[in-house]
């Protein structure tokens, strides 16, 4: 089993920052994926940002929307992902939820994730 657990969200300005992170435990793999997806009032949840690692080299993966505002990075040695999302708008409130599956190729797609965080909220103020 892996536990996931999510932290860093809250209320901010539109034009803020907040930076998420996503402290996992539990069996790890040797080759795994871990996502972000956020879901609004509403809405489907969707695809955020991806990390995967293969053999230590670490892809990452960007939506459209958030591609050059959010970094996604990890800490293998505290076993946590951060998401840095920057030039917030009103658009990205959701909650916010972190995924962890073996590596896949298709990082984008809820079903290639085994495990998932609580989620956390995220709340950008106009």
């Known amino acids: 089993q892996v536990q996931l657990v999510e932290s860093g969200g809250g209320l901010v300005q539109a034009g803020g920052s907040l930076r998420l992170s996503c402290a996992a435990s539990?069996?790890?793999?040797?080759?795994?994926?871990m996502g972000w997806f956020r879901q609004a009032p509403g809405k489907e949840r969707e695809f955020v940002s991806a990390i995967s690692w293969s053999r230590w080299v670490a892809s990452t993966y960007y939506a459209e929307s958030v591609k050059g505002r959010f970094t996604i990075s990890g800490d293998n040695a505290k076993n946590t992902v951060y998401l840095q999302m920057n030039s917030l708008n009103p658009e990205d409130t959701a909650v916010y939820y972190c995924?962890?599956?073996?590596?896949?190729?298709?990082?984008?797609?809820?079903?290639?994730?085994?495990?998932w965080g609580q989620g956390t909220q995220v709340t950008v103020s106009s």
């Open positions: 539990g069996r790890s793999y040797t080759y795994y994926t």
């Open positions: 995924a962890a599956g073996p590596y896949s190729g298709d990082y984008y797609r809820e079903r290639e994730y085994d495990y």
